[in-house]
């Protein structure tokens, strides 16, 4: 209900916010209506779902068709054509409702979209959903705020507004302060200045000349200063990504920002389909090519028809030197093992389980994590679904297959988007299973790896980005804790099901490096970097804005944006040892990256000659340096850096700790 002393100043119907349907459908799209309110308390935004009854009271034609309302508007646009799914199960989204004065700034949609639409973002650091003004008025409402508001567009973002109060009161006070028309008697200052513009201008301003001096002008000799301390020398300095040129013939150093190669335009290509899949074996089912295929995964991702058999090689269920018939006698192995597995905790009774603690607290985990992992998605949604209990048996299967990790919170967020491709229990066991192979120190006690990836993103930042270093590290935010979530879970929560799949199938092929995903946040900072800053974000600013991003990020976009980093470190001639370290590039005989990856437009004329299937024993020609290295594949291991048994982290329900007894993150 509206206050009776509340006047309407502006509404706007035909105003919807686009949901992301978590089972990959179309978007749901919601009708809703803006309103501009003033109360005694300020001007108030607010936007409100329609009902049922709202949207059919509407001018417009309808027409009713099974399980839709579609609606077609008067004019002749074809972009006025509106398809709105209605769910009976789908609840009402919440009102947004905020005192414009709390407003920090808003985003317009760029010129190519199809209809304009604002983003809103409060001085708390709230952002809302993007309102999709279908029938036009993003112009009527701007017109309206800037009564009330001083708006202005960004310097360095043409499609971001900034917003502030009118402050009248302040500078008046501003003006009396400087005490400008102190001999004006008669108050009479609009007079003199009809009279002689130019003289009273002059008069005015020469107060502001001595106010300032008298202000910043010390009136007491400054005392003396302390002795400087020890000089460290100028090559020990670390200036991430600045740099020092000594000028000739003088004692000056000259430091300025370090030119990187520029970046290259990288395109994705299209999925890895069935037949492309089946070219890439012959007739006893030996992977021909192993590069070429994790190269192909790399550019385009996979189609979901063949997601299922590809994931299994991508993810060490099968080898990638296998035949039909190992990979037959593999599965059956596998089967076994893992019944057995699951007998092991199934045979336990109720007496012994009220003695063994340690099982107890992790089932009683599993299954409130189970309760509440992806519920919106067709797979899981619904009361008593069959799905939920695999979930569950698999969850706690793994934690008999490794008893010192046993589970973690998030690793159930990592094996839904398996379980829902395989749709196979014991096939979804054995990729998660070599999924958290492949990053199960994230989960330590120790949280040494999270750390380490924290650390290695700082770095990069530093680098690449010294004025968003810069800026983290004025607003306490350089130990770059807001990631935590993206790194712990691989971004599962910032991206739809659909794309978060793609997303991992090109990190599981581990090109371009292993640390690609760093990469991603870099991407991630290079498009948010500019509403950070210009806003003044801090880190618990920073921290909402990075999870009001969830669902929000393209990621065909964030994939290029990374690549394109990468191509630009790689040719990068002067890059620091961390940074090769983290990239995993190799040094030429002059001390220069060395990488044989070639970004998108480099790679038409790749491979065409297979490789022989995998040997024990395989020489490798160098040309750098011609020389040639046996490599004994059977030799090669990688080793857990740390010794000892692992001690699994267990925190609460509602958040991780991160890295500090006093700091806990919600992610």
């Given at each position: ?453 924290l650390f290695q993103l700082q770095s990069l930042v530093s680098f690449v980005d010294p004025i968003l270093a810069n800026y983290f590290e004025s607003h306490d935010s350089s130990n770059m804790y807001f990631c935590f979530r993206w790194l712990l879970i691989t971004f599962k929560r910032e991206f739809s099901f659909p794309d978060i799949m793609r997303l991992w199938e090109v990190l599981w092929t581990g090109k371009p490096c292993k640390n690609f995903h760093l990469l991603l946040c870099l991407a991630i900072f290079d498009s948010a970097k500019t509403t950070l800053i210009e806003n003044n974000f801090g880190f618990n600013e920073i921290l909402k ?123």
């Amino acid at each position: 209900m509206t206050s009776a002393c509340s006047e309407l100043l502006l509404s706007k119907d035909g105003v919807f916010v686009h949901e992301t349907a978590a089972n990959g459908e179309d978007d749901i799209l919601r009708a809703g209506k803006i309103y501009l309110w003033r109360k005694n308390e300020g001007i108030y935004f607010e936007w409100r779902e329609c009902t049922d009854e709202d949207v059919l009271t509407r001018e417009v034609e309808w027409t009713m068709v099974p399980d839709t309302v579609s609606y077609v508007n008067g004019g002749d646009r074809v972009s006025d054509c509106i398809l709105v799914k209605k769910k009976k199960t789908q609840q009402r989204a919440p009102v947004i409702n905020f005192d414009i004065k709390d407003m920090k700034c808003f985003k317009e949609s760029k010129k190519s979209s199809s209809w304009k639409h604002l983003v809103f973002s409060l001085k708390c650091g709230t952002t809302y959903p993007a309102l999709h003004f279908h029938n036009g008025g993003t112009e009527l409402l701007m017109d309206e705020l800037q009564k009330h508001l001083t708006i202005h567009r960004s310097l360095h973002d043409d499609y971001l507004y900034l917003v502030r109060e009118h402050d009248q009161p302040t500078l008046s006070k501003s003006f009396d302060e400087l005490n400008l028309f102190e001999n004006d008697p008669s108050g009479d200052m609009i007079s003199r200045f009809i009279q002689d513009p130019v003289m009273a201008t002059i008069g005015g301003f020469s107060k502001v000349t001595n106010f300032f001096r008298e202000s910043l002008i010390p009136l007491e000799p400054m005392p003396e200063c302390p002795p400087p301390p020890d000089v460290i020398p100028a090559e020990e300095v670390d200036l991430g990504g600045l740099e020092m040129n000594q000028l000739e013939g003088t004692e000056f150093t000259l430091i300025s920002t370090r030119d990187l190669p520029p970046r290259p335009v990288i395109t994705r290509s299209a999925a890895v389909n069935s037949e492309l899949w089946s070219k890439y074996m012959d007739t006893e089912g030996w992977i021909t090519d192993v590069d070429a295929v994790k190269e192909a995964i790399f550019r385009g991702g996979v189609e979901p028809p063949v997601r299922n058999e590809v994931w299994k090689f991508l993810l060490g269920y099968y080898k990638w030197d296998s035949t039909y018939k190992s990979r037959t006698e593999q599965r059956k192995q596998k089967v076994d093992d893992y019944f057995r597995m699951k007998l092991q905790w199934k045979s336990i009774n109720d007496d012994q389980q009220s003695r063994f603690a340690e099982l107890r607290d992790r089932k009683s985990l599993i299954e409130k994590d189970v309760m509440r992992t992806d519920r919106t998605h067709n797979f899981f949604e619904g009361e008593n679904n069959p799905n939920l209990s695999v979930l569950y048996d698999v969850l706690l299967t793994h934690c008999m297959y490794d008893f010192d990790l046993g589970y973690v919170q998030g690793m159930s967020d990592l094996l839904a988007p398996i379980l829902v491709v395989m749709e196979n229990e014991v096939d979804a066991f054995w990729c998660f299973a070599g999924l958290i192979q492949m990053m199960g120190r994230n989960f330590e006690k120790d949280q040494q790896a999270m750390k380490n990836q924290l650390f290695q993103l700082q770095s990069l930042v530093s680098f690449v980005d010294p004025i968003l270093a810069n800026y983290f590290e004025s607003h306490d935010s350089s130990n770059m804790y807001f990631c935590f979530r993206w790194l712990l879970i691989t971004f599962k929560r910032e991206f739809s099901f659909p794309d978060i799949m793609r997303l991992w199938e090109v990190l599981w092929t581990g090109k371009p490096c292993k640390n690609f995903h760093l990469l991603l946040c870099l991407a991630i900072f290079d498009s948010a970097k500019t509403t950070l800053i210009e806003n003044n974000f801090g880190f618990n600013e920073i921290l909402k804005y990075v999870n009001d991003l969830s669902c929000n990020i393209n990621v065909d976009e964030i994939l290029c944006t990374a690549e394109a980093i990468y191509c630009q470190l790689r040719d990068c001639r002067d890059l620091p040892p961390t940074i090769h370290n983290i990239l995993c590039l190799s040094m030429n005989s002059e001390g220069s990256p060395f990488q044989p990856f070639l970004p998108a437009q480099q790679t038409e004329a790749s491979t065409t000659q297979s490789s022989t299937r995998s040997s024990p024993e395989r020489t490798v020609d160098h040309a750098l340096n011609g020389t040639k290295c046996t490599v004994t594949t059977q030799s090669l291991h990688f080793h857990n850096q740390s010794s000892g048994a692992r001690d699994p982290s267990t925190p609460d329900d509602d958040s991780i700790e991160v890295l500090s007894d006093h700091m806990d993150l919600v992610y």
